[in-house]
């Protein structure tokens, strides 16, 4: 290895003294440059630190003061599973009652009307009978929490006519269905069978909830006015093209109510529209749980664009006062 002449190394040398006096130079203006912004840094961190203390007093009021109490829920439209394991789901995932009740604390929902999806589906009188006795077990079994409602099929006119009577004179229900005409046992709400159903309702003083299309709708409306009437679900099959008509026909027609579930609720307005045009006292909340999932309308409800008072309206306060004009 060869080593740099004395020459080389002088200059290397003065080379290193001018740098190192460059370096000590700029070091000295950025010294100087920095000291304006750390101090304006540390102010501002005191001010932060203040300004902290202040939000954390703040934070600390507020929290002292007591919570709002959440507001309740009431889901007018719920199918229990049965004892004989119909559940009404894709895919069963709530299999028992307490499962059921389970979920329903898990959303939010504290009470409910329940039905039985045994006697839903039911293919004989037989079948129809053991799910309201189901319904009514439970009832029992979870006091103060749950109200019956009676399902049966005109399709078996005498045994449903006897099984209204019975639920209301001796279960105590003041709500028959959700009544669907599409199930196991399919029936016209045109028919003579369905048109002494609706007669024996109103008899008995009782409230109908019925699954209908849009035609159906109109049809049931202008055949019974005498009767009060729960439409489930804000759309049908035609939900883009009906919505709106069926939402406006309820309106129309003081003896009508609407409840949540189904179709429709997820598509941003038409709960608005349905406060606009029905008005904020005959729209229920109804989840159609088991089937649905009741987070999913409760999530649509609170952060609606409605005033609170008109939320709590439709989350129990409406259903209780239709209730209440039934004796239930």
């Not at 649905?292 to 306060?317: G, M, Y």
């Amino acid at each position: 290895m060869s080593y740099p002449s004395a020459r080389v190394r002088s200059l290397h040398s003065a080379r290193r003294e001018f740098l190192k006096k460059s370096f000590v130079f700029l070091g000295g203006l950025a010294s100087a440059s920095a000291s304006p912004r750390s101090a304006q840094a540390t102010e501002g961190n005191s001010l932060h630190t203040l300004g902290d203390s202040s939000h954390t007093a703040a934070v600390a009021g507020k929290a002292s003061q007591p919570k709002a109490p959440a507001p309740r829920v009431f889901d007018a439209h719920l199918h229990c599973p049965g004892d004989d394991g119909d559940t009404g789901q894709w895919y069963p995932i709530t299999k028992t009652f307490d499962e059921f009740v389970a979920y329903l604390d898990r959303t939010g929902v504290q009470r409910g009307i329940i039905n039985s999806m045994r006697a839903q589906d039911a293919k004989t009188p037989a079948d129809f009978v053991a799910g309201n006795r189901e319904v009514a077990r439970y009832v029992e079994a979870y006091k103060e929490r749950f109200l019956g409602a009676c399902v049966v099929n005109p399709t078996f006119i005498d045994e449903a006519l006897r099984e209204v009577e019975d639920c209301r004179k001796k279960l105590g229900f003041v709500w028959v269905g959700e009544l669907c005409n599409y199930t196991v046992n399919p029936y016209q709400y045109t028919s003579k069978e369905f048109e002494q159903l609706v007669q024996q309702v109103v008899k008995m003083n009782m409230i109908l909830q019925v699954h209908t299309e849009l035609e159906e709708e109109e049809y049931i409306i202008r055949k019974f006015p005498q009767a009060t009437l729960v439409f489930a679900h804000f759309g049908d099959s035609h939900e883009e093209e009906h919505i709106f008509k069926r939402i406006d026909l309820v309106g129309q027609n003081k003896n009508c109510y609407l409840d949540t579930s189904g179709r429709g609720h997820n598509r941003l307005g038409v709960l608005e529209y349905a406060v606009k045009s029905i008005g904020p006292d005959r729209i229920l909340f109804g989840s159609d749980f088991t089937v649905n999932d009741p987070s999913t309308v409760l999530a649509r409800i609170h952060n609606s664009f409605l005033t609170e008072e008109q939320k709590n309206k439709i989350l129990s306060h409406n259903v209780e006062a239709l209730l209440k004009k039934f004796g239930a």
